[in-house]
């Protein structure tokens, strides 16, 4: 993986990131800037190891599917692909264009698709198939980490009386 590619990772996880966490600090003003910091690093962090895993998810997919193929070697991210995952995540902030966003998130996964089809001797749309698995296993997988921190970081719930209620 080229710097190139490390880069608009990092910068890739770093805005989808922000873009999440901005919201909770805007509706929370308790919250400290050391841990909306720590949230922001934290989130880049697993942002841009999500996006960089996701060539690999697919491959391993379409292994599952097909268990002759060779490695790793045909998907790989290079800066033309992963430069709209860049846009896409700029334009994860809220009521700012989630259409636009997935449609980019979509067109990316299309390219994808092209090199695993390539990469494997699929056709198109099994490629497309392994591609779209591990892409919302990827984003499953965080979604669940992210409400699991989110519920941590909140606290215990506590419970509401009958009094608070009439009042």
Wanted: proline share 7%; hydrophobic share 60%; net charge positive.
């Amino acid at each position: 993986m080229s710097t190139t590619v490390v880069a608009l990772l990092i910068l890739a996880g770093f805005s989808e990131t922000v873009g999440r966490v901005l919201p909770i600090v805007a509706r929370r003003p308790q919250v400290s800037r050391r841990l909306a910091a720590g949230l922001v690093v934290t989130g880049t962090a697993v942002e841009g190891t999500v996006i960089a895993l996701w060539p690999l998810a697919a491959w391993t997919v379409a292994d599952l599917v097909h268990p002759s193929l060779p490695g790793t070697a045909g998907t790989a991210w290079t800066p033309a692909m992963v430069a709209p995952l860049l846009l896409a995540a700029v334009l994860a902030f809220p009521l700012l264009g989630p259409l636009l966003h997935f449609l980019l998130v979509a067109g990316v996964g299309w390219g994808l698709a092209d090199l695993l089809a390539a990469a494997t001797g699929f056709g198109w749309w099994p490629a497309a198939g392994c591609v779209a698995v591990a892409g919302i296993g990827l984003g499953a997988t965080v979604d669940v980490v992210r409400r699991l921190i989110g519920r941590a970081l909140a606290g215990p719930r506590k419970p509401v009386e009958l009094r608070e209620l009439v009042a």
